[in-house]
């Protein structure tokens, strides 16, 4: 058994020169829209992984930001699969401190990307750093998969790793999170949902009139709140019919590993956002199953007719709303797509325009007993002390289709964010603690991973 004591120690007596490192990393304003940025922090990634000595390949295709690969080490390879872009930053308004200014306080590092990616990326350069250093040569081969699209859709990722077909042949695969509950229990998960995100615009004037005319002239953001509601029955909750086209049932070996999870994580997510109650009225474990196995109806976005400062009296000729929905194993988004129009035909909307944004990728899943699930629970449940809460998916999206689906890769969570990290939200954050947590889970799953039989 490998003797972890030197790595530890390490760990602690670098953690400071490692959280400055992150804050350095989250200067990049590598937002979708930032080419430049989206290249500095490209570069950016692939000399730290050439500073770790991994072999690096810079992947390009034109009209994307580069995918950077970095391999080290030998044996079964272990894909992390990781992105250096993050979400947009606005409203830069409810920030308490500039999000690409990082700033420590409370034991924390606020900044854009400090949880999401860049500091779930970090710590496991670090854990290779601290393995290599601490015990010795890597027992597999870690090779990372770092984009540059994630926050966006992922649409090019597939294209780039064709360019590589060997990428994504592996005996295992790390989805780019993970977490802590907040108690601190390791929470590990087999999977994450696939994604459909849209955009709906309905022109009802030739051009914005004025509102005197409001009697008599249709109004383009009545009209998409009509639309709207038509998608939500009187609880909230979606009402489009076919939504949930092609969603494999939950298994009974899936149901009891969701009904065993702790109900109180549901009372972490009322006490940080404030909330009594939660859509429909569920709860326990109906409501557990629910964000599991339930696919998702979101409107991300809504905007029409003028929102600036003072008063701008006019009927608007033109509303736009963004929707975004979450898929479950087995969905095609394009299934899912035409169940929405016709929905929208159906109920009278035939003038309701659909157009799609980038994003469209399958949900992947990894069965909760797998022998890498296992892995994961057992070296966090070593670092962090305390017994991990399994679960068969994440209700987040992550790209581990393009990754690992083709081939059936197994794959699993691992890190240290939590419910109040406060990712793709104003004054995102990690704590420091957590940083050395992930990093230290990180490194003692690379024996455990080694150790799997082979096909695992």
């Not at 940025?37 to 770790?52: F, Q, S, V």
């Not at 360019?163 to 229990?185: C, Q, S, V």
């Not at 409001?214 to 709207?228: D, F, G, I, K, T």
């Not at 969570?413 to 957590?434: F, K, M, Q, S, V």
Request: proline content about 7%.
């Amino acid at each position: 058994m490998t003797d972890y004591t030197a790595l530890d120690a390490l760990v602690a007596d670098r953690l400071e020169t490692w959280t400055d490192e992150l804050a350095q990393y989250c200067r990049f304003r590598s937002e979708e829209d930032d080419a430049e940025a989206l290249l500095g922090a490209a570069d950016w990634t692939a000399e730290r992984l050439r500073a770790l000595g991994a072999d690096v390949d810079i992947v390009e295709l034109e009209g994307a930001p580069p995918l950077v690969v970095g391999e080290i080490g030998e044996g079964p390879i272990l894909n992390l699969v990781q992105h250096y872009d993050v979400q947009p930053s606005v409203p830069l308004d409810l920030w308490t401190t500039p999000p690409y200014e990082p700033d420590v306080r409370d034991g924390r590092l606020f900044a854009r990307g400090a949880t999401d990616n860049k500091g779930e990326l970090l710590p496991r350069i670090w854990a290779v750093e601290a393995y290599l250093e601490a015990i010795g040569p890597l027992p597999c081969r870690v090779r990372f998969l770092v984009e540059g699209e994630e926050e966006s859709g992922s649409h090019h990722l597939d294209e780039l790793l064709d360019r590589r077909p060997d990428l994504r042949k592996a005996e295992g695969a790390l989805i780019e999170g993970g977490g802590l509950d907040m108690t601190g229990r390791p929470v590990i998960a087999g999977g994450g949902r696939g994604m459909l995100a849209v955009e709906l615009t309905v022109r009802t004037l030739a051009h914005d009139a004025h509102s005197s005319a409001s009697m008599v002239l249709p109004n383009a953001a009545v009209r998409m709140a009509r639309a709207l509601g038509t998608m939500f029955d009187d609880r909230g909750l979606p009402a489009i019919e076919g939504l949930d086209a092609g969603a494999l049932p939950p298994t009974a070996a899936q149901l009891a590993v969701v009904d065993a999870e702790p109900p109180e994580q549901l009372d972490d997510l009322r006490r940080e956002f404030e909330v009594e109650r939660f859509l429909g009225g569920r709860d326990g474990i109906e409501a557990l199953r629910a964000m599991t196995f339930e696919p998702t109806l979101n409107i991300q976005g809504l905007w029409s007719g003028y929102t600036g400062p003072g008063d701008n009296t006019i009927v608007p000729a033109e509303a736009h709303a963004r929707l975004d929905i979450r898929l479950v194993p087995e969905q095609d988004p394009d299934v899912v797509r035409v169940a929405l129009r016709r929905h929208l035909d159906r109920h009278g909307f035939a003038d309701v325009e659909l157009a799609d944004l980038a994003t469209a990728y399958r949900a992947y899943w990894t069965p909760a007993d797998h022998p890498i699930m296992d892995a994961a629970a057992l070296v966090s449940e070593a670092v962090a002390g305390k017994p991990a809460i399994r679960g068969v998916a994440f209700p987040g999206t992550v790209p581990m289709w393009q990754v690992c689906g083709r081939d059936g890769v197994p794959q699993t969570t691992l890190g240290a964010g939590r419910d109040d990290c406060r990712a793709h939200a104003p004054d995102e954050n990690i704590r420091i603690e957590d940083l050395a947590t992930a990093t230290l889970i990180t490194a003692r799953f690379f024996d455990a991973f080694a150790a799997l039989p082979r096909g695992s």
